[in-house]
């Protein structure tokens, strides 16, 4: 609490906004970066009811704040209150990263390419050329296919409870990036060899979150085939049972806590134009791991 002391009349202000809100660890990540960097910054959560959504932002352009992260269930909705969303982010569908340049509130959508750069580092490569399988198509997984078909996957299958989800999300990657995304219901007869026949898949169902440790998005654990890549975006638990039961079958498992960590260090260099040494990111991301492990 010690960099709390040195808040002054000069500190600037990084809202958070959603609800809930308690759980979030984005505060610590974002204050232990500004308390290491030396940077007069704060980040403060706020839980905000969706009436007063509107009121929220008009209220954060108000007090002139530096920028703001949007959380669970305003990165779709709150696109409506900013002035400017940068270009890729209609096609993303959301935004979760917002800056005041100048008085006016730029949007920007981090968590598709936090989920690249996460996939990248403990990878070593990316999706050029891949056969991949996303599994749900809420919030999160439309930014990850977007961001998947514009790396030049070979083929993007989407499968989702409700179907008509999946395909919307097929729909804007065929129509503006290339015809390579089909829908698909968890009920469909080919499901099982859409499954078996992609090399990576990702679960972007919030299936498997703490509490409900003992679910999984996929019933039948015999679809996974040694040697595929499984990535779970979910980060609490830092290993579901979808991960868990991929890894007993023999393949390399990946969960969502350097998608968390990467989206936060790239709306961090957006708000304060500081490019973070790859370095410093190694350091933050270790302490990070460390605060996490204790919470999750
Ligand atoms: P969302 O918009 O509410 O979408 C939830 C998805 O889960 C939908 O596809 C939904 O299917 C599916 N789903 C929920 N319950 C289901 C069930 N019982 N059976 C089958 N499917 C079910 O949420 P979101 O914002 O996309 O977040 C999804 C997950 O990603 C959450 O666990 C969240 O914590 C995590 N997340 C991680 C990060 C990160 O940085 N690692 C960032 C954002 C989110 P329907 O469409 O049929 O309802």
């Not at 993007?156 to 395909?167: L, P």
């Not at 990535?231 to 350097?258: H, M, Q, R, W």
Request: glycine share 8%; with cysteine.
């Amino acid at each position: 609490m010690e960099y709390i002391n040195k808040v002054s009349g000069k500190t600037k202000v990084i809202a958070l906004i959603g609800n809930p809100i308690q759980h979030s660890i984005s505060p610590q990540l974002h204050n232990i970066i500004n308390q290491k960097l030396g940077v007069d910054l704060i980040y403060v959560p706020f839980k905000v009811n969706k009436s007063e959504l509107a009121n929220a932002v008009k209220g954060l352009k108000a007090l002139n704040v530096l920028g703001f992260n949007i959380t669970v269930p305003y990165k779709k909705e709150v696109m409506k209150y900013i002035d400017d969303n940068i270009r890729e982010t209609f096609l993303l569908g959301a935004i979760n990263t917002v800056k005041n340049i100048e008085g006016r509130f730029y949007g920007y959508n981090t968590d598709g390419e936090g989920f690249l750069r996460s996939f990248k580092e403990e990878q070593g490569h990316g999706f050029k050329g891949k056969n991949v399988l996303i599994m749900g198509a809420g919030g999160v997984a439309r930014p990850i296919a977007v961001k998947i078909a514009l790396e030049g996957a070979k083929k993007i299958s989407i499968v989702n409870r409700t179907v008509t989800k999946a395909v919307e999300i097929a729909e804007v990657i065929n129509d503006n990036i290339k015809n390579i995304a089909t829908a698909y219901s968890f009920l469909d007869e080919t499901f099982e060899k859409v499954f078996r026949e992609s090399e990576i898949v990702i679960n972007t169902t919030s299936v498997g979150m703490y509490p409900d440790v003992f679910e999984s998005p996929l019933i039948n654990v015999d679809y996974f085939g040694e040697g595929q890549i499984v990535y779970d975006v979910i980060y609490n638990p830092s290993k579901t049972k979808f991960l868990s039961d991929a890894e007993n079958k023999g393949c390399k498992i990946i969960n969502g806590f350097g998608m968390l960590f990467y989206q936060a260090i790239f709306a961090y260099e957006i708000w304060t134009g500081i490019k973070l040494n790859e370095d410093f990111i190694k350091e933050i991301f270790e302490e990070f791991l460390l605060l996490t492990s204790k919470i999750c």
